[in-house]
């Protein structure tokens, strides 16, 4: 069975950061590309980072230059740094692997204060 456990979020004031951290289980971790989300009150569910199974790293660009996402294969964990928060990042954080359709974990809630 597969799980993805998101954890890490929290309540950071503007310009603050978080690391936020998702643990997978019941898949192969390495050949999995795996991407954080978010979904904001009210918005849709959107893209945030990609890290392929190479490495490969990709950010929307309302985050570019500000967080990085990065991957321990030997934990099957993948992470998401968060720096110079804004109040704009205030969502419910999701990661997801690329092979599993359909699953997603219980999600980290990240609140930025201003």
Do not use: C, H
């Given at each position: 069975q597969v799980h993805l456990v998101e954890s890490g979020g929290g309540l950071v004031q503007a310009g603050g950061s978080l690391r936020l951290s998702c643990a997978a289980s019941g898949i192969i971790f390495s050949i999995n590309t795996m991407s954080w989300y978010r979904q904001a009150p009210g918005k849709q569910r959107e893209l945030v980072a990609v890290i392929t199974?190479?490495?490969?790293?990709?950010?929307?660009?309302?985050?570019?230059?500000?967080?990085?996402?990065?991957?321990?294969?030997?934990?099957?964990?993948?992470?998401?740094?968060?720096?110079?928060?804004?109040?704009?990042?205030?969502a419910v954080y999701y990661c997801k692997a690329d092979r599993v359709a359909g699953i997603w974990g219980q999600g980290t809630r990240v609140t930025v204060s201003s």
């Open positions: 199974a190479g490495g490969t790293r990709n950010y929307s660009d309302s985050v570019k230059g500000r967080f990085t996402i990065s991957r321990d294969n030997a934990k099957n964990t993948v992470y998401l740094q968060m720096s110079s928060l804004k109040p704009e990042d205030t």
